[in-house]
């Protein structure tokens, strides 16, 4: 028992650590991408192309005074951003970073680079903590004593909500044709063969569930909340030094965890075409490995991409696309789905 | 190991369970009950109803508890008063809280036939078996339920144009 907790904490401590040195990485390639699509070079002095501005940016961060307003509410102010890094952090052990090869380590199974292998309710827990994560938006914005912060809150809230109801449905239709909750069984039932991956299959499930991805973690197109021509910086406008480090990195963490479940959910997970049918033990948990965070990398680059290539949608033009938009449509796809299961085509 | 995350867990959700009631700030009501459902899904997940755990944090931590968030930040619900004794009330009220604590103590001694075995399984593909099996009736009503309701909240909010 003592030699499962230990693998099970070691596993936990390489995830948290990947996670958190993510941050920096998409720092980077944001202010880069953001550069090259506008036509400018972006940070290239500090460091071999500017690949250590973020931790500069991190201990510029870190020495910024860190200041409590007068007026706020000193117990939820603390716990926003607490909430944030919590639900941000916790989403990642249930989803599978390579294939359960049946290599043991000291004695103990690793089924595959995955902290909680055997959750039978994968998607259901992931969709849990996500719904949390409305709590640290809110709280930050209602407890700052400050009309933006409030209203953007409450926005943010508002369009979470909203886009959680397309997420749900449009996973739904894949949790139709997998017949599991289960996240590897999810990756291991869609098979090597990328003609069988959710994303060709279900092609309106997988654009709902894109653009939901994108109006959950607050990006462009969606981030009216937190938008700097509109509402200063909307929830998080009151929070300096740590603490809107804090929001920052649940922000990226967020994306690359949304990024991380489209892969597993839509795009295969680990599977790589002809490898993973014909590798086995450790070559085939360290190729699988690398190809689902070679898809969760380009999961990332498209976040970046989309995020400077469109303008933003006013609020009312948000709501409206959610509730009449992708929900519906989200629900044509259950329907195709459905229908295409009694058929016998799925 | 089952017995050491069960305690920490049932003393969180009392001792949370208690500031929910007790607070005078509402908003710091709600982020406590948030934590009291927290540890209530986690004494669920010990009692091998996985799906249950999770339909709790997304369907009432997560949802429920949401609204109550809007609706006490959106009034503005003010700070609860301190300066009523009520002595009545307080009397009453710890009375029928001990009653409440003799009775549980009394069920830990006395033992229940049946109690400790598993009653069906926990997991998502049972219940779902179960819903559109023996309680196909009742999922159905309550869905027309939720229809209702929507269509009524619908009709309670919108304004003549």
């Known amino acids: 028992m003592w030699a499962e907790l230990a693998i099970t904490a070691a596993k936990l401590l390489a995830v948290a650590t990947v996670l958190l040195t993510c941050v920096p990485i998409m720092v980077w390639v944001e202010r880069r991408g953001a550069a090259f699509i506008q036509d400018r070079l972006g940070p290239n002095r500090v460091g071999p192309m500017g690949l250590l501005q973020p931790v500069i940016d991190a201990v510029k961060l870190f020495f910024k005074e860190d200041l409590t307003p007068g007026g706020v509410n000193p117990i939820l102010y603390t716990l926003a951003p607490m909430v944030s890094m919590f639900v941000a952090l916790v989403t990642f052990i249930v989803i599978p970073f390579s294939a359960d090869a049946g290599v043991e380590v000291f004695g103990v199974p690793l089924k595959g680079i995955h902290v909680a292998p055997d959750l039978g309710v994968g998607v259901l827990y992931l969709l849990a903590i996500s719904s949390l994560g409305v709590y640290g938006i809110v709280l930050a914005g209602w407890s700052s004593n400050n009309k933006y912060s409030l209203l953007g809150g409450l926005r943010s809230s508002a369009q979470l909500l909203s886009y959680e109801l397309s997420l749900t449905m449009s996973v739904l239709g894949v949790i139709l044709v997998s017949g599991t909750l289960n996240l590897q069984e999810v990756i291991a039932r869609q098979g090597p063969e990328i003609w069988k991956w959710h994303a060709v299959t279900q092609p309106i499930g997988f654009i709902v569930f894109l653009v939901a991805a994108f109006a959950e973690t607050n990006r462009l197109p969606f981030d009216l909340a937190e938008a700097e021509t509109e509402l200063v910086a909307g929830y998080h406008v009151e929070y300096s030094s740590m603490r809107f480090a804090s929001f920052f990195m649940s922000e990226y963490i967020n994306i690359v965890t949304i990024s991380a479940l489209t892969v597993t959910l839509f795009l295969g997970g680990w599977q790589v075409p002809w490898l993973t049918a014909t590798l086995s033990g450790w070559p085939l948990v360290l190729v699988s490995a690398g190809a689902f965070a070679a898809k969760v990398a380009f999961l990332l680059w498209l976040f970046v991409w989309v995020r400077w290539s469109l303008p933003r949608f006013r609020y009312d033009q948000l709501m409206q696309l959610g509730w009449k938009g992708l929900l519906p449509l989200a629900a044509l796809n259950l329907l195709i789905v459905g229908v295409a299961m009694g058929q016998g085509w799925l | ?161």
């Open chain 2, 1 to 161: 190991m089952e017995l050491a995350v069960f305690f920490a867990a049932a003393v969180v959700a009392v001792a949370t369970g208690v500031v929910a009631v007790a607070h005078r700030n509402p908003v710091v009501n709600v982020m406590s009950l948030v934590v009291t459902f927290f540890c209530v899904a986690v004494c669920y997940a010990l009692l091998a109803a996985p799906f249950l755990a999770a339909a709790q944090i997304l369907v009432y931590a997560g949802a429920i508890l949401v609204l109550f968030l809007f609706v006490v930040m959106l009034l503005n619900a003010p700070l609860a008063e301190s300066d009523q004794p009520r002595k009545l009330q307080r009397i009453f009220g710890l009375a029928a809280a001990a009653l409440v604590g003799l009775g549980g103590a009394a069920l830990a001694v006395v033992a229940i036939p049946g109690a400790g075995e598993p009653v069906a399984e926990g997991t998502a593909a049972a219940i779902g078996r179960l819903l559109v099996g023996p309680h196909l009736l009742a999922f159905e009503l309550v869905s027309v339920l939720l229809l209702a309701a929507l269509v009524g909240a619908m009709v309670l909010v919108k304004r003549k144009a």
